[in-house]
């Protein structure tokens, strides 16, 4: 595998009172580096990426796009379940704290209206162990908290494919 000299270095914003793993703060943080590599994964996902701040929506959908696969980015828990009605993904990233119905309503839903396999991750600021039971409860197969840079989602693309796989 060939990696190219420069890495892509991917920036995450967060709204004022960001948790990072470093405190609260204003601002920015790099938190991943990826090089990318010109040999391509075979398998290519439709995702959905539901984040209530649009830029980080539209990032992440940006980065997943670079890496080959559709994506489509909502910032309302209904408007999440218009888009999946359109793109039927198999991965759906979703936060928690929304500002129409809760990330667990969304997995709910999800769950419920799919026919075929679904992998759904929640990427949220939650982090008390009570949030990561209820993601599982509510459906979610995985729990994370951000920020999430370019290794987690990797990571979680490569679980779903597994998952999805088998």
Not at 8 to 29: F, N, Y
Not at 117 to 126: E, N, Q, S, V
Not at 141 to 164: F, N, W
């Amino acid at each position: 595998m060939e990696l190219t000299a420069d890495p892509l270095r991917v920036m995450i914003t967060g709204p004022r009172q960001t948790r990072w793993p470093s405190g609260e703060r204003l601002g920015w943080q790099v938190v991943g580096q990826l090089a990318l590599t010109t040999e391509v994964a075979s398998r290519k996902h439709r995702i959905l990426v539901v984040d209530d701040f649009s830029n980080t929506a539209e990032a992440t959908c940006q980065f997943l796009r670079t890496l080959g696969h559709e994506c489509l980015a909502a910032t309302s828990g209904i408007a999440a379940l218009e888009a999946a009605a359109t793109l039927v993904p198999d991965i759906a990233i979703v936060d928690i704290d929304l500002p129409d119905l809760s990330g667990y309503e969304v997995a709910r839903r999800l769950r419920a209206s799919q026919s075929q396999p679904l992998f759904l991750a929640a990427i949220t600021g939650w982090n008390e162990a009570r949030d990561s039971r209820s993601a599982l409860a509510a459906g979610f197969d995985r729990h994370v908290i951000k920020p999430a840079g370019a290794a987690i989602i990797s990571g979680l693309l490569t679980e779903a494919s597994r998952q999805l796989a088998g």
